[in-house]
């Protein structure tokens, strides 16, 4: 319960106003009251407690790239600050940065965008997504979104008031998308189908085939599209990314979303974008002006430094990802029951851990509780996800070596 709390009228001292004894719960939006924190954030503030403790923890529940921002992106926000950018800047994004996202789409994706009414730089990549739902998703509109899923999609599509309906994937076909499953789903409510390669959690990077299947049913059905292509430059073994918004007759129903925080290890510096027709984006500049503003304006001048200066700081992570990617999946095929394919891209391992026996919350419990290592449980990336575990490995290869070795110890070696 909450306390009564009475307000008084200045000078007088009469009670204006009494609330009665409700519980805070009364006070919560329905469409909130259910939902369950980001299970990953979840994972991670347990094994920060465990480490407070004094335990040593392994922690491969993020999803953060273990390496510093280059210095010379450190040092464009340093002497952007020191310069006096410390002012709110143009709501949608500073200019120079607007136009060094138009030329990197345009260079790397194929895609043409007017900086100054089609691009809108966010707070983070998860802003960019929560601003598009909030402006385009409402009561009686249903966004497919293809599972396992990232743990933040069916949580903002309800919190826009738009239903998410998911449409399962299956482990034993590669998490491959096919027209039957998409048109199980779609009904005379179906606005917009929500992707994401290179994905997180599966690793799963879109084929051309798959690509033009998702397009063609856009089109017959009028769907728009939002593509999440955090990962882009995180391939492996020739996987090419491909942006869904190059297909003929696509740019016009496609935003695309993107960001800073993987490519150039600057998670903490919150900065993502989106990409879309105009129409679509003025919607979407009325959310982001009402809700934050602008993002950070002396990250921004980072953020133009990071896509204008030198790019091959991003393929020696890559390059180290790749390393660790083979070596946790050699390490994990040893243990009893697991089953680790390597990944076509992003940075997690989603591992099969059906041989154990296990679901993935005990199992994700055992090995926090008992190896003191953190991992992210298949089931919090949707039904679909059960039977695995996701871990990170974007960390040292020391830990990972420590990590696959405490797995071993306690689940068994095969
Ligand atoms: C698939 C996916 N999309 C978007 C984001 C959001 O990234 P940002 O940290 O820029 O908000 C993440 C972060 O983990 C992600 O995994």
Redesign the pocket.
Known sequence: MIPIVAKYAPFTGKVVQQMSQRSASDFVAARVRDMAPSPTIAVSDKARALKAQGIDVVDLGG?DPDFITPEHIRQAAIDAMNGGETHYVASPGIPPLRKAIAAKLKADNGLEYDWNKEIIVTP????S?FQAMLALAEPGVEILVLEPA?VSYVPMIEIAGGTPVTVSLDADDNFRITREKLEQKITSRTRGILL?SPN?PTGRVLTTEEIDTISAIAIEHDLLVYT?E??EKIVYDGNEHISLATRPGMWERTLTFN?L?KAYAM?GW?L?YVAGPKAFMDEIAKVHSHSVTCATSFAQFGGVAALTGPQEFISEMVTAWDRRRRAVAEGLNRVKGFKCDLVEGAFYHFVDIRGTGLDSMTLADKLLNEAHVAMTPGLAFGEAGEGHIRLSFATSDELLAEAVKRIGDAIGWA
């Open positions: 999803g983070g990549g998860k802003a997504l990232w994401n997180n999440d955090m990962y960001g925080s998670t919150r993502g």
